[in-house]
């Protein structure tokens, strides 16, 4: 059984940051990746960023987050860290950590949303005052 496991929200004010963590655990079937997707109320999911455990391809990013959050492997095994600066009101949400098999873009993509794309955590919330 896999286990994904969101780490890391709360609350900030604009210009803060926040650093979220996920670890999965289980076997995931040959994923090679892991994001972070996040979805605000009444507004469609997006993907955030993605990142290629294998090394040969570069991560990632959001338009709306380029420059501001780096997503980086963490110390331990199956770990990512989403390190999140400068983050604005426009950043709260409900984000969502994922494992898949496949490139890093994907998680930006219809595919994710498919039933079966990969394995999703429950999500941490990251509220951004003005």
């Known amino acids: 059984q896999v286990e994904v496991v969101e780490s890391g929200g709360g609350s900030v004010q604009a210009g803060g940051s926040l650093r979220l963590t996920c670890v999965v655990s289980g076997n995931t079937y040959g994923s090679n990746c892991m994001g972070w997707s996040r979805q605000a109320p009444g507004k469609e999911r997006e993907g955030v960023a993605g990142?290629?455990?294998?090394?040969?391809?570069?991560?990632y990013y959001a338009d709306s987050v380029k420059g501001r959050f780096t997503i980086s492997q963490g110390n331990a095994e199956n770990t990512i860290i989403l390190q999140m600066d400068n983050l604005m009101p426009e950043d709260t949400a409900l984000y969502y950590c994922a494992a898949w098999r496949g490139g890093p873009w994907l998680i930006a993509t219809g595919e994710a949303l498919e039933y079966d794309f990969g394995f999703w955590g429950q999500g941490t919330q990251v509220t951004v005052s003005s």
């Open positions: 990142f290629d455990f294998d090394g040969t391809i570069e991560p």
